[in-house]
């Protein structure tokens, strides 16, 4: 039998925790000199209340203590809490003074949370300030929700291969339950360091207080949202100092397992930092495709110098490859084989563990030795091989698990393409919004939801269906089809 | 160490058979009634005297009795005969009437051999008949070449779960050779038959014999070339008798298990037709993908009638999906869903151990069962469960065997898409050409490699590398991937 007691505790805890968080954004709406955008706060006064009184409801409805959560509570309460905190986070953006339909704030919210970064709000220049704080703070979240969830939960689910992060510590429910808060509250205070971190930069090199707080909040999170219609490139005027590399290393710091980190502080062993396979692997990877559109560039511009040519290199591929989404320029100008590289790369993701998003490089690597572990076996049928990753041995269970998510990741990818063609976005359009929208990105390609477009022109379906997407690639898609699956509701 | 005698003996062989075969198509321009295509007849007979000699040659010196082809031999004999046939065949193609280099007859004969059917011909309807016999005789060969290598050689390699098609008769050396040359007879007189079939219908609907012969023999192989530059197309004219759906008919027999035919016959088991697993699932995908299009078709016009809304969506379904690559009708017309749904159903393909392409059906099979069974393992991790497939048991080794294919048939086509962007050609002409390539289908999307177009203006390294793509794709990539793994050199 199921237990839906805890699941309703936690999520509604959750759910009221976000209206108090609600709060912020309102005093930054009282607090604006401009009469229309200080009129917004009863949008999250009215949003804190709705989060707050349901929330506590269904937590207090359901209070009592919680020995144990079972696998498949687990995904149940996974599920919920992302989709209960979109529902509730979207409500004072549809009733502010962004001019949008419930619609588009539910489109908004998932954006936010997942970290995708995808806009539908046309005019972010003369945006209310709390809005725009609240799309930060939702980003902001669910960065450090995915890397908490990372951490404690998915490895236990087994999701997609995670398993393979497991710590071995961790073999008993109640020390789990233990350890799992100690170690949640270390990785936020881990993550708030870096953002706080990242905005004394920002801010220092120049960018006004207010612009640095919400990119700090939204580059950490490889989220993507910006407080300005050009995104940080608004802040890139000639004589200007170097934003962008700024914003550059701490989207790679985002795209890095914040658990070794954690086990750098923890245990002093800093040497991880740099003998781990997972961040060498993706470390290389940024090296590698950094230099290749580096060449492109220089290709491409006659006028240009080499230190100009990599800062645009390595923004927009480690803006891309992490599934930040932010731009600079509008990299379409660059020619298809650029268009078609930075669509590929977009897959790719930063580390499990991280707040990035896509397929995440370790299955590259776990992927990469199935396969040659099966090409021997191919060649050499009595012959006995086993992969290893960072030490351990790779059994067939990871490789199915891996190969699996691989497998899911393409079959939705190509439906939600055909769903949002069916839709009648064209084609580029369809194939590309499907692709940032599993992939966590934030922008597609083509002149309508490219880095200088924006999602507000599509069908309300289409929104809808990005954001299931959205939601699938963000929960590493099993963690969803698993509680789709009649099988989950037996026994 | 690896005994390369029968690898030269088999392909020496096999090069100056395909000399043999030369004959017919100089014969054909030596009886044609046009001085300028008489000429023709030289090409084949200066690559008839290459293929010969320097196949028999090969043949010769290394001739003697084969007892038994150990693993990495059969890898190494599957590639390099297939692509030491593709070079002889280039041969005529390059010297004759033509008027194209030797790396458009390269790609056209790959196109061929492969059954891909992708053209650099830019006036089929005045080329010389020899050469129309001689690519419509390359994709017959190539359609009964890869029907006898997935019936007797590449379960025996266990490529790409290609094992669970493995026969429990052939448990030695030695009575697997001698079965598997009679078996390869039977299987090539049954798809003589439904080759001899098709023309028969063709003709007898009106269709001129010699356009006939050529189409029955594209047709069974789903290979796709056609003698006119309108395709099939040139032969539906108002009043005619619906040639459309007797190729639609016989692209989906040639796309059925020949070794179920096989069975069927020696057995007298005609009842296996219908309840193989394989044969069930295509033809519920067929019926589905038909009806969804019918639907899209009588939706874009407003002035068609159900039976030829029918007519118009079985056929691109089963010319797409099949690999095929016919054209009726340029579906770019049709809309973007369109569009979309033929780019994703292309991938699908036929059964394996047919002519047709693709990743086959019943890797979606493994593939959802290997999902169904973890799904079941993550809600319930203490629970035992099996998938079967044709009542056995699929184990741990075919998921992993069929899920890397996945992987690596996207990392194949993603790369492919990449280079072909690097070398010029804008997005959609990458990324159709490079799943038109290794998907063996023909056409791509978009003005110039689209239905109505072709490939002659593609630069040379991009036809090299879609040749590669085609030559993966058919021999279903880790037959080549293996010979290029260290591996494979070693012990
Ligand atoms: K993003
Ligand atoms: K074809």
Redesign the interface.
């Known amino acids: 039998m199921l237990n839906l007691r805890p699941v309703f505790l936690v999520t509604g805890a959750l759910v009221a925790a976000l209206g108090v968080t609600m709060l912020l954004p309102m005093l930054t709406d009282l607090l604006s000199q401009d009469a229309v955008h200080r009129a917004d706060w009863s949008s999250f006064a009215i949003g804190a209340t709705a989060a707050i009184f349901m929330g506590g409801g269904a937590a207090a409805a359901s209070w009592g203590r919680i020995d144990s959560i079972g696998?498949?509570e687990g995904?149940l309460l996974t599920g919920a809490s992302w989709t209960a905190l979109v529902v509730f986070a979207a409500i004072p953006l549809a009733l502010g003074g962004l001019d949008i339909g419930y619609v588009d704030a539910f489109f908004e919210a998932m954006s936010g949370l997942t970290t995708t970064g995808s806009t539908i709000v046309t005019n972010l220049d003369d945006a209310p300030p709390g809005a725009l704080l609240w799309r930060s703070m939702l980003q902001w979240f669910g960065g450090v929700g995915i890397i908490i969830m990372a951490f404690a939960v998915l490895p236990i689910?087994?999701?997609g291969g995670m398993q393979i992060f497991k710590s071995e510590a961790w073999d008993t429910s109640e020390k789990f339950m233990a350890n799992a808060t100690n170690y949640s509250i270390a990785l936020s205070l881990i993550y708030l360091f870096f953002t706080a971190l990242c905005f004394v930069m920002l801010w220092g090199f120049g960018m006004p207080a207010w612009h640095a707080l919400n990119h700090a909040m939204t580059t950490v999170a490889t989220g993507g949202f910006s407080t300005r219609d050009a995104s940080l490139g608004a802040f890139l005027t000639v004589g200007r100092a170097p934003l962008d590399l700024v914003v550059t290393v701490f989207m790679i710091i985002g795209s890095l397992p914040f658990g070794i980190f954690l086990v750098a502080i923890l245990r002093g062993a800093w040497k991880r930092l740099f003998t781990d396979s997972q961040i060498r692997f993706f470390i290389t990877i940024v090296t590698v495709l950094t230099v290749l559109m580096m060449f492109r560039v220089l290709n491409i511009f006659d006028d240009i110098d080499p230190f100009t040519a990599f800062r645009l290199a390595i923004f927009n591929v480690v803006s891309i490859m992490t599934g930040t989404g932010y731009a600079t320029t509008d990299y379409n100008a660059w020619g298809?084989?650029a268009?078609?590289?930075f669509f590929?790369i977009m897959f790719i993701g930063g580390c499990a563990g991280s707040t990035s998003c896509g397929m995440k490089v370790f299955r590259f690597q776990v992927?990469l030795a199935?396969?040659?572990v099966?090409?021997?076996?191919?060649?050499?049928?009595n012959?006995v091989f086993v992969a290893r990753y960072n030490q351990r041995p790779l059994t067939?269970?990871v490789?199915?698990?891996v190969?699996?998510f691989?497998?899911?990741y393409?079959a939705t990818f190509?439906s939600l393409?055909?769903v949002l063609?069916?839709l009648?976005?064209?084609?580029?359009t369809?194939?590309s919004s499907a692709g940032t929208a599993i992939a966590n990105v934030g922008p597609g390609?083509g002149p309508i939801v490219g880095p200088s477009g924006n999602f507000a022109s599509l069908p309300d379906a289409a929104k809808l269906a990005m954001s299931a997407g959205m939601l699938l690639g963000r929960l590493e898609f099993?963690t969803i089809?698993?509680i789709l699956?009649p099988?989950?509701w037996r026994?």
Chains 1, 2 share one sequence.
């Open positions: 696998i498949r995904f689910l087994k999701v298809p084989f268009v078609g590289f590929c992927a199935a396969l040659v099966y090409a021997k076996r191919l060649a050499h049928p012959g067939d269970d490789f199915v698990s190969l699996s691989f497998f899911v393409f190509a393409a055909v063609a069916g009648g976005l064209d084609t580029l369809a194939i390609l099993f089809l698993v699956s099988a989950f026994g």
